[in-house]
């Protein structure tokens, strides 16, 4: 760090070539330190009584017993509880599979109206660009939450609690993937004289397709994830069965129903990245 | 489902040397170049075929009255309305008091997910941990991402009750199982030269993880901290409606109240505050990786 270290003479070598001198140690070593020093002094600040998280050791010690009742019950999964599951998992498995298909078809457009390369119109690209901004800042279940006081409980505000976080998804990572795909084809349809939406249509499009059909196959996954706890605010499917044994205390109901969503989504995982193989 | 599925299988009595070999030697006889057989078109229409009946089996089971979705759009607007035309702002104090409960729940459960995560992915990293081990930690990394946070939360309150911490615990959790993954990702990313060189001066494994592989993964693990930050601001929001508190816990119970003013103000404060630290989180994280890949090139 200091200039003796940086300006350090050069030794002659053996065969008049300068020996290696060790390069100088980078300057601003401070800067890691203050990183770690800022983090501690905001972990300090969550761990703050009254004003953040309240970490009451005592109250876990006393609870310690209840809560290990409960790891033996989720140890223990109440099988018989299998057939009631099924109406709401395979809800659970629609809402994803539905949000997907409706997302992906209202994000197509949004994705080449968001890219630099397909729409040109500065003002039309920041306005959805802006919205979406917006949309993708609040999460899918207090959109769930919302929904539902909106147009009441049911699978209908899932759905369309899923949608708006898709779409915001999608269309954020495709119009970024537009954007960074390479433009000789596009300047070429655009020489040989195609308008604007000839040119997305015959270019931007095909090209696109499968990093689309791959962020749908990835938002299929989150869908089946959240859809499994939209319930949870009267959003259909699986959440509502969770909210219900959860407020008896059934642990080893919610056993079963942890290692359902488990399967289901390993299974879901497995397949969607068999596609993903073939796909790209 | 008429479509023209399957190249029709080859002429009966000789199903070896179907139409193209026989092509393909005419080719050779005659020294010209034969196209190459055309790929079978059997597995991509199936799959498409099965994608569609999925879809359209999805949409007809679902049990959703879709006549309700024709006044959806003046439902609304409506709601906006009642939530933005004249937000209640006299919540605003207590709205920013929860925030900052959720953000620090947030802060905490990335903190505990980093202590955890960090060791975890070096000992799942291929190289580094024994086999054993580095199996049982994945298995463990991806049945943890598997299970939504609420639900860990869930199960985490039956010790800790009803409190942040219970968030804060299922935040760290979670983020074991995805810091975990993207941890010994890059771990296995990177290149030999350091890891050998640390070894041919005599390194132990400790020295090759302290000076071969620490200071190449070290802006990926900042950039994953950071992010995993942004994911669990979210998420703390959404684990308040299990009754942790925070922002989300506000918001459910005025939802449920119905008090649309005051709801208003809650949503823009939620999309505010994320907006904004998404925004310096990202603008952190391009910083340490572009510092990263400068440094890279110099000689």
Redesign the interface.
């Known amino acids: 760090m200091s200039a003796a270290d940086v300006a350090a003479p050069v030794r002659p070598g053996r065969a008049g070539r300068p020996a290696p001198v060790p390069p100088a140690r980078?300057a601003g070593r401070w800067k890691a330190a203050a990183g770690w020093a800022a983090?501690l002094a905001?972990?300090a600040?969550?761990?703050a009584p009254g004003?953040?998280?309240?970490?009451?050791l005592g109250?876990?010690a006393r609870?310690?017993r209840?809560?290990a009742?409960?790891?033996v019950a989720?140890l223990q999964p109440d099988w018989s509880f299998f057939p009631r599951t099924v109406g709401p998992l395979l809800?659970t498995?629609?809402?994803a599979?539905?949000a997907t298909?409706v997302a992906g078809i209202v994000s197509l457009p949004l994705s080449l109206w968001a890219a630099r390369t397909t729409n040109p119109h500065r003002l039309l690209r920041g306005a959805v660009r802006g919205v979406l901004?917006?949309v993708r800042?609040?999460?899918?279940?207090?959109y769930a939450?919302?929904l539902v006081?909106?147009?009441?409980v049911?699978?209908?505000p899932g759905?369309?609690a899923l949608v708006l976080f898709d779409v915001g998804i999608v269309v954020k990572l495709v119009s970024e993937q537009l954007e960074a795909a390479d433009t000789g084809a596009l300047e070429a349809a655009r020489a040989a004289g195609g308008t604007q939406l000839q040119v997305n249509r015959s270019v931007a499009v095909p090209d696109m397709l499968p990093g689309f059909w791959n962020q749908l196959l990835y938002v299929l996954e989150l869908n089946v994830?959240?859809s499994?706890?939209l319930g949870?605010?009267g959003a259909?499917g699986m959440g509502l069965l969770?909210d219900a044994v959860?407020s008896f205390y059934r642990?080893d109901q919610?056993s079963l129903i942890?290692l359902e969503?488990?399967v289901v989504?390993?299974v879901l995982?497995a397949v969607s990245s068999a596609?993903r193989r073939r796909l790209l | 489902m008429t479509a023209p599925s399957a190249p029709a299988p080859a002429p009966a009595p000789a199903p070896a040397p179907g139409r193209g070999a026989a092509r393909r030697a005419r080719g050779a006889l005659t020294g010209a170049v034969a196209p190459p057989p055309r790929p079978s078109r059997l597995a991509p229409r199936a799959l498409s075929a099965a994608v569609v009946v999925v879809v359209v089996a999805a949409f007809w089971s679902v049990d959703i009255s879709w006549g309700r979705l024709a006044d959806l759009p003046s439902e609304v607007v409506r709601y906006l309305w009642l939530m933005f035309s004249a937000p209640d702002w006299s919540a605003l104090p207590e709205a920013l008091r929860q925030t900052w409960r959720s953000v620090a729940m947030a802060w905490l459960g990335t903190v505990l997910g980093i202590l955890v995560a960090t060791p975890l992915s070096l000992l799942a990293a291929r190289g580094h941990g024994p086999a054993p081990v580095r199996g049982a930690l994945r298995l463990v990394f991806a049945v943890i991402r598997a299970v939504p946070e609420i639900i860990i939360a869930i199960v985490i309150l039956s010790v800790t009750g009803l409190t942040p911490l219970t968030g804060a615990l299922a935040l760290a959790v979670n983020g074991v199982g995805t810091l975990g993954k993207w941890g010994y990702e890059a771990i296995e990313g990177i290149g030999r030269g350091p890891v050998e060189a640390v070894r041919a001066v005599g390194g132990s494994g400790a020295h090759v993880l302290r000076w071969g592989v620490w200071p190449e993964v070290l802006p990926a693990f900042g950039s994953f901290w950071l992010y995993r930050f942004e994911i669990n601001v979210r998420s703390s929001a959404v684990l308040g409606l299990i009754g942790v508190g925070g922002i989300g816990d506000m918001l459910t119970s005025y939802t449920q109240y119905r008090q649309w003013s005051t709801v208003g103000v809650l949503l823009i404060v939620v999309v505010v505050v994320t907006v904004a630290i998404d925004a310096a989180s990202g603008a952190l994280r391009r910083r340490i990786m572009e510092g990263a890949r400068a440094r890279a090139v110099q000689p």
């Open positions: 980078p983090v905001v972990t600040l969550t761990l004003i953040g998280v309240e970490v009451d109250a876990i609870n310690w209840n809560g009742d409960k790891i989720l809800e498995l629609q809402m599979v539905v298909a901004n917006v800042a609040v999460p899918d279940l207090l939450a919302v006081a909106m147009v009441g049911g699978a209908l759905i369309l994830r959240a499994s706890v949870l605010v259909g969770i959860r642990y919610l942890i969503i488990l989504v390993l995982e596609a």
